[in-house]
């Protein structure tokens, strides 16, 4: 099992990233895609029709997401903990993705770079 972990920055307040990691209509606007997702702890989540699917575990308003996510027969949980921070406007959001099968590491750490935080961070920065 490997960990993913990573510091991304954003060109948006706290409250708008927590939004696009949140709010089912802002992460279709920012994914293309449907999103099954709500703030409600035990709640199951789905992005990209099914791709990624998992349970919700802690929200903290504007600063915190906990997330497992699903890779079959895991044995162990694999736990995806958000933490976003106020930049001076802007917001530095720490990634960290525990426990994810060895297999699976490289496709997932490009899928958080580029297709996860990485489509969110292109939403609040479209010209760069």
Not at 4 to 9: E, T
Not at 25 to 38: A, D, F, K, R, V
Not at 68 to 88: H, K, L, P
Request: proline share 5%; glycine share 8%.
């Amino acid at each position: 099992m490997k960990t993913f972990k990573k510091v991304f920055r954003i060109n948006a307040e706290p409250s708008d990233v927590y939004s696009a990691l949140t709010n089912p209509y802002t992460i279709e606007l920012w994914s293309g895609y449907p999103s099954q997702m709500n703030t409600e702890p035990g709640s199951d989540f789905s992005l990209w029709e099914g791709d990624i699917t998992g349970k919700n575990i802690e929200f903290i308003q504007d600063r915190k997401v906990v997330q497992q996510w699903y890779f079959g027969d895991q044995s162990e949980e694999s736990i995806v903990t958000i933490i976003i921070s106020n930049d001076g406007g802007n917001s530095t959001v720490t990634v960290e993705h525990t426990n994810i099968p060895d297999d699976d590491f490289d496709d997932m750490a490009e899928g958080w770079r580029e297709y996860y935080m990485g489509a969110i961070v292109s939403f609040f920065n479209p010209n760069f």
